[in-house]
C-alpha cells in the first residue's frame, strides 16, 4: 500500500509542520526562561530576643524566598550554627555567638505565628508569617 498525497494535503501539510514547530520552539523557550526565574518571595516577621544572653532584641520585617523555613531567615540577620543539640544535627547550635548552655538551664526555642509546634528546618513559611526565636531559661 502506498500513500499519496493530493494538492489539497500538500497545501495543508506546509503550515502543519510549521506551526509544529513553533509549538515545539514556543514550550523549549517556555521551559527555559522558567530555569532562570527569580524565586517568588514573601514578607514574613522575624524576631530574635536574646533575654538572659543580654543582647539587644531585634525585629526585622524581612523578604525571603518562597520555601523559606524558620531556620533560614534567622541566618538572614545573624550567623548561625548548627549541630546536635538534643535530637538532631540540624538544630540550631548557636545564634550571634549565642548556645544553649544546659547547666544554666538555657535554650533556644522558636515559635511560628505564636505555636512551638513546628520544626524550624522543616516548615516552610509562608506569607506573613511571624517567626520568634527567645533564648530562655527553663525546660526545653
Known amino acids: 500500500m502506498t500513500w499519496r498525497l493530493t494538492a489539497g494535503s500538500r497545501r495543508l501539510l506546509g503550515p502543519l509542520l510549521v506551526g509544529g514547530l513553533v509549538i515545539v520552539g514556543g514550550m523549549a523557550a517556555y521551559q527555559q526562561n522558567r530555569r532562570y526565574e527569580k524565586p517568588r518571595r514573601i514578607p514574613v516577621t522575624v524576631r530574635v530576643d536574646f533575654g538572659p544572653a543580654g543582647k ?4 526585622e520585617r524581612l523578604e525571603v524566598d518562597k520555601g523559606s523555613t524558620p531556620k533560614d531567615v534567622v541566618s538572614i ?3 548561625i550554627q548548627s549541630g546536635d543539640v ?3 544535627t540540624r538544630e540550631i547550635a548557636s545564634i550571634d555567638g549565642v548556645r544553649p548552655d544546659p547547666a544554666k538551664n538555657r535554650w533556644w ?3 511560628l505565628n505564636g505555636s512551638t509546634k513546628i520544626g524550624p528546618f ?3 513559611l509562608k ?3 511571624v517567626v520568634e526565636w527567645t533564648y530562655r531559661e527553663g525546660p526545653q
Do not use: I, Q
Open 122 to 124: 522543616r516548615t516552610v
Open 86 to 88: 538534643c535530637c538532631n
Open 56 to 59: 539587644p532584641l531585634r525585629e
Open 109 to 111: 526555642s522558636c515559635r
Open 127 to 129: 506569607a506573613n508569617d
Open 77 to 79: 540577620l545573624f550567623p
